[in-house]
């Protein structure tokens, strides 16, 4: 019977490069390889070389998607700062994004007012869309997923958004 082999996991930059690493020293090229957080990063890429190839990771960001301002911010960014613009970065300038339309809504600071048309709020922000339910919890957002192919990042979920199809090895 044949068998697919996934690996999972969640791991930061170094940890994602060594788990990496790992597998190769064994011997062992999983079909697919997930690792949160790390694969995310151009750093992963540059540590790795060709050993990053078709490694998957979930991002809140990615330079690949087309929300508003997203690419204007990103190129500002970069301009900025001189180096590639994190999902940190994109997540914290989102959350001034949407603190800004709703003290304009409000047409206040008190906190009471901002928390009533935060709750209320169906906006775009440079990292998609932004809208919670009663409870507070975020309901329109999503993560995307990316997958390094010929040494770029693409994204292949979801499918609305894709660059590129998966490649499983």
């Not at 969640?10 to 949160?36: H, Q």
């Not at 790795?48 to 990615?62: C, H, P, Q, R, T």
Request: charged content about 25%; aromatic content about 12%.
């Amino acid at each position: 019977a044949k068998t697919t082999t996934l690996i999972t996991s969640s791991l930061y930059l170094d940890e994602a490069v060594n788990m990496r690493l790992s597998l190769e020293r064994i011997g062992w090229y999983p079909k697919a390889y997930f690792a949160t957080i790390g694969p995310t990063t151009q750093a992963f890429h540059d540590r790795l070389g060709k050993d990053a190839e078709y490694a998957f990771s979930a991002s809140v960001w990615d330079s690949n998607a087309t929300f508003p301002g997203s690419k204007k911010f990103y190129d500002s960014f970069v301009k900025t700062y001189g180096k590639m613009l994190s999902s940190h970065a994109a997540v914290a300038y989102a959350g001034g994004q949407i603190l800004e339309v709703a003290i304009k809504s409000a047409e206040s600071i008190d906190r009471e007012r901002i928390r009533d048309k935060l709750s209320k709020m169906d906006e775009m922000t440079v990292i998609g869309r932004y809208n919670v339910d009663r409870t507070g919890m975020q309901i329109k957002n999503f993560s995307f997923i990316i997958h390094w192919q010929d040494g770029k990042k693409e994204l292949v979920w979801p499918e609305e958004l894709r660059t590129a199809n998966p490649i499983f090895k």
